[in-house]
């Protein structure tokens, strides 16, 4: 990776509110255990990704939750408060505000990239590989498999790319590279996950990380070892 490169990342969070978060999965497991679920997500993925890029920014709503997010937040994040406005206006925002910050050293490229809480198995080195693209591209996707994404970098601009999107559904991504093709913008794409939002995701996620359980014979990463114990709880495996 390129030293001449101040490499940012921002993590969108929600607070954990039962009935406010997982809706969809919350018709399959109910309202708390969604919720629970969401917010081992989150401290999952903070606890991951410490130690990250350049810096870290836990992007959290509402603004009036700050005390919470802080509560839970280690010294590598700081808090940014999303502004307000839909899902498109809000990420386009915090680009713009990222790019619009004190400007990096002479000949040193600012890289942008934000994910949410939705897939847990997002690792350093999905992010890491993230920046390197930007090295190359002036946009990385992460693709998830319901046809959103869960990774999104920009390089050195915050490019019109969220306006006209149906967030929530199968078209984001679609729409997005729909957007970037009209403005001949290279980009690139990272390798699909999928984001835990439904009963039949979360037992993907269930029978992957078992899997990876058998495969190593034990799971030596406690975080790991944790979220499965988590995940299987909120499926109702363990009392």
């Known amino acids: 990776m390129s030293k001449n490169a101040q490499n940012h990342l921002g993590l969108f969070a929600k607070f954990w509110q ?24 989150l401290n999952h993925l903070i606890n991951k990704l410490s130690d990250v890029g350049t810096d870290r920014r836990l992007v959290y709503s509402p603004p009036e939750r700050e005390t919470c997010f802080r509560e839970i937040a280690p010294n590598s994040w700081e808090l940014y408060p999303q502004s307000a406005g839909g899902l498109g206006d809000r990420m386009h ?24 809480a939705d897939c847990p198995q997002i690792k350093s080195a999905t992010v ?38 149906e967030w929530s559904t199968s078209t ?4 997005t590279i729909a957007h970037l093709q009209r403005q001949d913008l290279d980009f ?38 944790k979220l499965l114990e988590q995940v299987r709880f909120a499926l109702g495996r363990s009392g």
């Not at 990222?98 to 949410?116: S, Y």
């Open 18 to 41: 039962p009935g406010l978060v997982k809706t969809r999965l919350a018709a399959s497991i109910g309202d708390e255990k969604s919720c629970d679920l969401y917010f081992a997500f």
């Open 93 to 116: 925002s915090f680009f713009s505000d990222q790019f619009k910050l004190a400007k990096p050293p002479a000949h040193c490229v600012r890289n942008v990239v934000i994910i949410g």
């Open 128 to 165: 890491e590989r993230a920046f390197e693209e930007l090295e190359r591209a002036s946009v990385v996707i992460g693709p998830s498999l319901d046809g959103g994404y869960y990774l999104l970098g920009m390089r050195e601009t915050c490019f019109d790319i969220f306006a006209d999107i």
């Open 172 to 175: 984001v991504l679609g729409a």
């Open 188 to 225: 690139t794409m990272l390798p699909p996950m999928e984001d835990v939002d439904e009963l039949n995701s979360l037992l993907a996620l269930e029978e992957k990380m078992t899997h990876g359980v058998h495969e190593q014979a034990s799971l030596t990463d406690a975080g790991e070892a």
